[in-house]
């Protein structure tokens, strides 16, 4: 078969959640291989090919190369003539943690030709830090700074959560909480194991309650709707944290009942 044949019969496609991600956030990119091909091919199996990697650019349109401890790409089969598709968190792959400008292309490499897709571009950011709460962890000794960073995405606020253990100079991930009206900034309050609880606003209607452990696992939780009129964050005698709220609205202006007759 032709190379020219060959190219035309391979169609590449990624895409990401986001054009805009906070530093160290995770960086999922959902690939898509189309082939008109009459006969399997493996992806990644032999040196000669077929093989898949994406090609990642700076803001300076230098190419980056993978991290030296990148997972290798496992051999893939791609039947004949069909789809698959598979996804790959970028940050695991290429030193994306900087703030700055990306372009991120899928790419195959096969009987001396390169096959593309179409570049997705990106921004890495810092964020704007909301709050930050530095506590101890009893189970092992160490300490946690929990920050909540404010993002604008598609015109929407959203928080995200990032939890680091500063004196080891390691992040243990940054994690999106979700949409937050900003006119109310959340609470965070950290437990007497080291774990950190966060309420805020996730809409007119409805409060969230989620509870992340010192090591980046969501643990707990709880959605209040509209007949909460206030609710807040508070420690019990034990060290635990539990969200207290107050069950109805506020009392509105009661209906002035007229004076005339109705006719």
């Not at 054009?19 to 959902?30: G, H, N, S, T």
């Not at 929990?146 to 004196?167: A, C, T």
């Not at 980046?216 to 959605?223: A, I, P, Y």
Request: charged share 15%.
């Amino acid at each position: 078969m032709a190379g020219g044949t060959v190219s035309a019969q391979i169609q590449l496609s990624t895409t990401l959640d986001h054009v805009v991600y906070l530093q160290f956030e995770p960086m999922i990119a959902r690939t898509t291989v189309k082939t008109g091909i009459g006969q399997p091919v493996v992806f990644n199996s032999e040196p000669t090919g077929p093989n898949f990697y994406f090609r990642v650019n700076d803001d300076y349109g230098h190419q980056m190369p993978p991290l030296a401890d990148a997972p290798r790409a496992e051999p893939t089969m791609v039947p004949a003539q069909a789809t698959i598709g598979f996804t790959n968190n970028m940050l695991r792959l290429y030193n994306l943690a900087r703030p700055g400008f990306y372009s991120i292309q899928p790419c195959v490499d096969w009987m001396g030709k390169t096959y593309q897709g179409e570049k997705r571009h990106i921004e890495v950011v810092a964020g704007r830090e909301v709050m930050r709460v530095t506590a101890n962890v009893p189970s092992d000794g160490s300490s946690r700074t929990y920050k909540i960073f404010h993002l604008n995405r598609r015109q929407q606020d959203h928080i995200l959560l990032r939890i680091d253990d500063e004196d080891a100079s390691l992040c243990y991930g940054v994690f999106p909480l979700g949409r937050s009206v900003m006119n109310e900034k959340p609470q965070m309050v950290v437990d007497a194991a080291g774990n950190a609880h966060i309420l805020f606003k996730s809409s007119p209607n409805r409060i969230l309650h989620l509870t992340y452990s010192p090591y980046g696992s969501m643990m707990n939780q709880k959605v209040f709707g509209q007949e909460y009129s206030t609710i807040s964050l508070g420690t019990k005698a034990d060290g635990s944290v539990e969200s207290i709220g107050q069950q109805g609205g506020p009392t509105g202006p009661k209906p002035v009942q007229s004076i005339i007759n109705n006719r």
